[in-house]
C-alpha cells in the first residue's frame, strides 16, 4: 500500500524498485492519492497501479491506510511511502520471510538508510531509531512480562514499528487495524499487537533509502508531534521541564558542533553545518518538551494553544 501526495520526481525511483521485485508470492502495488497536482497519480496510472484518490483532508495515517488494505485480499499487507527507495530486487521477499518466521510475529519492519547527502545530525538520529539497526530482533513480551512492568523508553523498544516500509499479516490487521491517530499509527499499532501476545519482527535485509532534509521548524513540529504521540502511548519523558529543556538544548548543540566538525569536508561545509546546528538543537529539544508537555499538562492554553496549532497544522 502507497499512500501519495505530489510525490515526483521521487516517486519514480520508488515505483521503479517496486516493480522490479523478486517476491516468492504475487502482489499487486494499491495507491491512495490525496489531491496531487503535479503528476503524480498519472505516473501511478501509467505503471499499472490500482488504487483510489481522496481529498486531501480526508488523509489520516490510520485510516487512510486502512482503507486501502481493506480494498486488496492478499494474506499480506505491505505498507511503503512515496519517498522510501527500494534498496534492491529483494525488499519485499525479505519482509515476507520475516513476518512468516514464526506463528505469532504479527508484522515486520525494514531497516531505513539515509539518502545520500543528509546531513550528519539526521544521519545520526536515523541511525539511533529501531529501524536504523543492524541486527535482526524479534520483540515479543518474555513469559510473565508486562507492557505496564516496564520502564516507558522500555515499552517503545519493544513496541517500535514503522510503516515507512512493513508488512502485516491480513488475518492480524482484521483484528487490530491500525489506529485513527494523528500521528504514529505504527507505533500505536504495535502496542496493540505486544500486548496481545504477539511479536514484531525487524529485518535488517530488508533495506529502503528514506530520509528527509529538514528545516529546524519542520524538525520542531515533528518532534512536536512524536513527543505528544510517545508520551500518551508508552509515557515517554525526555525533556521534563524548562529547566532541563534550556540544558539539553545546550548538550545538544555541543554535540552537534563536534559532529560538523568531522563530518565538515571543508571550512564553507563546517560553517554551514554550525548555522543549521545552532537552529536544530533548540527546535529538536523544545520540540520534545512541548509535545510531552501537551500531553502531560492537559488541553492548552494561551501562548501554548498557539503552539500547538502551529505544530498541528
Known sequence: MLPTRNGMPRLKAVLDALLAQRCRAPYEIYCVDSESSDGTWEELCRR??????????????????????AATDGELIAFIVQDAVPADEEWLDRLVGAVLSAE?????????????????????????????????????????????????????????????????RRSVWERFPLPARRFGEDVAWGRQVIEAGLAIAFEPRSVVLHSHEAGALAEFRRLYLDHANLCDLFGVVTVPTLRHALRSSRSQLRAYRDLARRAAASPEEETRLLRLARRLAPAETFGQWLGARSVRMGPPRGLFRLIERFAAR
Open 104 to 168: 505469532d510475529v504479527a508484522g515486520a519492519y525494514s531497516r531505513q538508510l539515509p539518502h545520500p547527502g543528509l546531513n550528519p545530525f539526521l544521519r545520526a538520529r536515523l541511525e539511533s531509531w529501531s529501524a536504523g539497526r543492524t541486527e535482526p530482533r524479534v520483540q515479543r513480551l518474555a513469559a510473565g512480562q508486562t507492557l505496564a512492568g516496564l520502564p516507558p523508553l522500555g515499552r517503545l523498544d519493544l513496541c517500535a514499528f514503522d510503516n515507512v516500509a512493513s508488512i502485516m
Open 48 to 69: 499499472g497501479a490500482r488504487g483510489a484518490r481522496i481529498a486531501r483532508r480526508e488523509f489520516e495515517h490510520g485510516a487512510t491506510r486502512n482503507r486501502a488494505a
